[in-house]
């Protein structure tokens, strides 16, 4: 039987822990597919579950982890080969079932992406839940006609995984793509490689009213909050704002003016429980017009006992680009 390491979330007196232990294929849940994981990354979410700020982990212990990449090593899936490269995102890993912070995953088939090609092993875990989350935000702009030609797109919190990632895919389809940062000094030069045509201070999405001056064809917004609010209020006569984060907060202290005198839609973007034809098409979208060598510049590998510390960096605001976990390193 098989042994692996994993990265554990225990809830104490104290709070939530976390520890490196080992474990046998025994010990991995009912599913049909058991993939070898070789990496997984650091997102948002993963910061919340390992630092216990929100009660999002149904049962203890729980091997963290929103993703996982790696190769099939067993299936009784046709479709789901012995070999093949694939990826889960989401599906409740980390909170409800053991997450990709192992070397091993066994997962439901319905769980699973095949990762298509061009896109290798270490690129899909760049990708990961942020990239997958933002080329599903690109898609519901499009989907609700916010056409490239049609006016400024603004990304917010755009130094970040989810942000970065939506920045490179708006530019390379042909938007005009302004990327809000709160450390624009320190990110100007880096957002404007990734297909940024103007880079804007966080601090101008502060100012929320009823109605402002109308500015953005479409958004993709990642903060939430006030900055959410005054995007709204700032959308032109029939644009979208895909919502996809909430770093800056849950709540979102906004008027109904927006909605009834300029049509705006706001989309919500859970990239939980899409479903698969929204997962594969997402996933397209990537391979068609990601820029793999761009995303490996802003792409940090860490080893998996520094994914706990490197979870806090990431909810403070202090990581550019992606992290990404070598389970096995």
């Known amino acids: 039987m098989q042994s692996f390491r994993a ?21 991995l849940p009912d599913g049909d597919v058991t993939v070898d994981v070789r990496w997984s990354d650091v997102n948002y979410k993963d910061g919340l579950i390992i630092s216990g700020r929100f009660d999002l982990v149904r049962r203890f212990p729980m091997t963290a982890g929103i993703d996982l990449v790696g190769t099939v090593a067993e299936s009784t899936v046709a479709d789901l080969p012995t070999g093949l490269l694939v990826t889960v995102n989401g599906q409740g890993l980390s909170t409800d079932h053991p997450g990709g912070y192992a070397e091993r995953a066994r997962v439901p088939h319905g769980w699973v992406t095949p990762v298509p090609e061009p896109i290798d092993d270490l690129s899909a875990a760049a990708i990961g839940t942020a990239g997958y989350t933002a080329a599903l935000a690109v898609r519901a702009l499009q989907e609700h006609h916010v056409e ?116 705006v839609t706001l989309a919500g973007i859970d990239s939980v429980y899409a479903p698969a034809a929204a997962r594969r098409s997402a996933w397209a979208l990537l391979a068609e017009r990601l820029d793999l060598a761009v995303l490996r510049e802003i792409t940090e590998i860490v080893p998996l006992a520094e994914a706990p510390e490197r979870g806090n960096t990431v909810l403070a605001g202090q990581v550019r680009g992606r992290l990404v976990v070598d389970v096995r390193a």
């Open 7 to 27: 990265l554990e979330v225990e809830q104490g007196d104290a709070g939530y822990t976390t520890r490196l232990v080992e474990r046998t294929d025994a010990d």
């Open 148 to 263: 490239p030609g049609g006016g400024p797109v603004l990304v917010t919190g755009a130094a970040g995984g989810a942000g970065s990632v939506a920045v490179m895919l708006l530019g390379a389809l042909g938007y005009e793509v302004v990327a809000s940062t709160g450390r624009r000094e320190q990110e100007e030069k880096s957002l404007l490689r990734l297909g940024a045509t103007t880079v804007v201070d966080r601090l101008d999405l502060l100012e929320a009213g009823q109605l402002g001056r109308a500015k953005w064809a479409g958004a993709v917004d990642t903060l939430g909050s006030r900055a959410l609010a005054t995007v709204l209020s700032e959308t032109r006569y029939g644009g979208t704002v895909a919502a996809m984060g909430m770093a800056m907060g849950v709540d979102l202290p906004a008027f109904v003016v927006p909605f009834i005198s300029r049509g």
